[in-house]
């Protein structure tokens, strides 16, 4: 891909290894052996021969990602080759246009992780302004609310968009050395002949619906590396597949891992409404007592609100669309007087892990770890991942370090991350997010024994109810839900939604949301389901259409696709299967 390689080229740094000093080209194709390469801590950074069509990108350690987990993985790399007098070459892949266009989040944010990484952050002009100011709790009921003890401690926390975030610390990473990549999607996994990995490839860019190629064709590209650390986020593709090929679930803590979808909304409101760090979270209404969730309301900024509403994916009626449960929820007397008079600034939706301890995989695999939210080291009670993330890079740098440095193995990753505070963090907090199988009020009733009895030491561990996609219940044990109309007030329909997420993708390529049978919508989905996914998916990617001959069929409008992952999640037969689209395709964040 020529753009990615004159893009390297222009700024990748002489290497130590005279070898690679010496290209007088270095778009030309180079065949280079891995391990005559440099020594074990010497930078290893150049281009090697075509494989298959594809040049070759060779670095030290490439990360895919550019969210929280892998910026701190490629920074704290970056500070052990200076505290060692090291040169490690460092690559970021980033599929979204830019880094930051692909991350959404609450945030509240607790700096914990981001003190230990970069503890001058607030001189360094990190965007992390906006300090906590007063923290409610609300049990929501149609036309009232009721107040709860608040048990998210969130003093010294900060409502900050990660987006921003995000952004700041790729100058920081950049800075450093580390080379980001926006625009490219890592679509495959790489291995050697001993099945270790050994990098990614990027996807073909100008591939035609048909598949034919178009004039704008370029083959992806393949970015190799002595280690690969995984930083995908949330129900990642490639994460994916290494966890379920190299069975890490089972060799960690054993249980599925669960989820649920966030949909949030950025609003700008009147002066005489906003309340700079202002922090509510509500439980209840809209909701059922059966179905797990929430809303968060923040007050950042320039008047600026962050409002969400969080839906655990194990529910279980069919007919339930989460998008209008959202907008629902802003009709609510509590949250609608705030919002009238103000704007949508941008709306977006993104799936995130709730299995918490019970689910943490085995994140080391040949040639490689997993970190972050792919992961999976969500807190479910205090809503926050971010700073868990952060310092699973971390740790995970320091033992990419050792590795390259030391030729200590991967798995001191592991050992590092039982004894952080972490993996004590996660412990104490394993309980809240199961005890809610049994309801809304008896897993409040747990969770506050949890809290305030047993402190995180209940000498149990309780175990998640069914997977998300077999918790679905046919449609004819549930009443179609009928959902009111948006006002274009407060509430919206979809394709007004959709366009304040920025999101874009090149319509002629092949659809990147693909269906392992094709008739399983209209034999299985259809009939027995009402088919879900056309409510479970924020963007309304999937719609049934009435074909006079064969009846409604499945149309998949995959250029709406916010990237969410709930298809991936929710499809009652596993049946979805999302996979990258061209590089830069996507919504593109700026505020969330």
């Keep these: 891909m020529h753009r990615f390689l004159s893009t390297f080229a222009s700024r990748a740094k002489p290497c130590r290894n005279s070898f690679f000093s010496s290209i007088p080209n270095p778009s030309s194709s180079i065949l280079c052996g891995f391990s005559s390469l440099c020594t074990p801590i010497k930078g290893w950074r150049g281009f090697s021969g075509e494989s298959g069509g594809r040049e ?33 070459s ?9 880094v930051g266009a692909h991350i959404i989040s609450g945030n509240v944010f607790e700096p914990r992780a981001l003190d230990e990484l970069i503890p001058n952050w607030k001189d360094e002009g990190a965007p992390v302004e906006v300090r906590v100011s007063s923290d409610r709790f609300l049990l929501l009921m149609k036309d009232r609310a009721l107040p709860l003890p608040s048990p998210f401690d969130n003093k010294g926390n900060y409502v900050i968009s990660l987006s921003q975030l995000v952004r700041w610390m790729a100058s920081k990473a950049e800075e450093m050395g580390v080379e980001i990549y926006p625009g490219f ?9 001993d099945q270790k990995v050994v990098g990614v490839a990027t996807n073909d860019m100008g591939v035609a619906k048909d598949g034919s190629k178009r004039e704008t064709f370029q083959p ?59 922090v509510l979270h509500t439980v209840g209404w809209p909701l059922d007592n ?31 669309s989460p998008f209008d449960e959202f907008q629902k929820l802003k009709h609510h007397p ?27 995989p085995f994140p080391v695999f040949p040639g490689g770890a997993v970190i972050g939210c792919s992961a999976g080291y969500l807190n479910v009670p205090k809503i926050k991942g971010s700073h868990t993330a952060m310092k699973s890079g971390m740790l995970a740098a320091e033992a990419t370090f050792r590795k390259l440095a030391e030729g200590v193995p991967m798995e001191s990753y592991w050992d590092s991350l039982k004894k952080s505070w972490v993996w004590e963090e996660l412990h104490k907090a394993r309980n809240y997010r199961p005890a809610f199988k049994f309801g809304l009020l008896p897993g409040l009733a747990i969770s506050a024994l949890e ?22 219940e046919f449609a004819g044990l549930h009443d179609p839900i009928q959902y009111p109309k948006p006002d274009g007030i407060v509430s919206f329909d979809v394709p007004t939604s959709l366009y304040r997420s920025n999101t874009n993708h090149e319509h002629d390529q092949p659809a990147h949301l693909c269906l392992r049978d094709p008739a399983i919508p209209e034999l299985v989905n259809l009939p027995l389901y009402a088919g879900p996914e056309s409510r479970y998916c924020p963007a309304r990617v999937y719609e049934y259409v009435s074909d006079e001959k064969h009846g409604p069929k499945l149309q998949i409008n995959a250029q ?13 037969k596993q049946n979805i299967e999302w996979t990258v689209p061209e590089g830069g395709g996507g919504p593109g964040y700026t505020v969330m």
């Design 290 to 320: 059966n179905t797990y969730g929430g809303s968060f309301l923040y007050h950042m900024k320039d008047r600026q609100i962050a409002l969400g509403l969080v839906v655990a994916l194990d529910y279980h009626n069919p007919y339930l």
């Design 56 to 88: 070759s990108l060779l670095y030290d350690v490439v990360i895919v990602g550019a969210g929280p987990a892998g910026l701190s993985a490629a920074i704290r790399l970056k500070q052990l080759c200076r505290e060692r007098s090291a040169d490690l």
């Design 451 to 472: 809290r305030y009895i047993f402190r995180g030491r209940l000498p149990l561990t309780l175990k998640h109810g069914k997977p998300d996609h077999e918790a679905t």
């Design 90 to 98: 460092v690559c970021v892949l980033e599929k979204g246009s830019e």
């Design 560 to 572: 709406n696709c916010l990237h969410c992952k709930a298809c991936d999640i929710k499809d009652p």
């Design 220 to 278: 992806g590209v393949e970015v190799k590396g002595r280690v690969t650390l995984l930083a995908e986020g949330c129900r990642g593709s490639l994460s994916e597949k290494i966890i379920r090929d190299h069975k890490l679930r089972d060799k960690g803590q054993g249980q599925h891992q669960t989820y649920a979808i966030g949909i949030k909304e950025v609003w700008e409101i009147e002066e005489g409404k906003h309340k700079p760090g202002s």
């Design 185 to 193: 999607a890592a679509c495959e996994i790489l291995y050697d002949k």
């Design 334 to 360: 509590s949250i609608k007087s705030l919002l009238e008079g103000g704007n949508v600034l941008e709306y977006g939706a993104r799936t995130l892990n709730e299995g918490g301890f019970q689910s943490i």
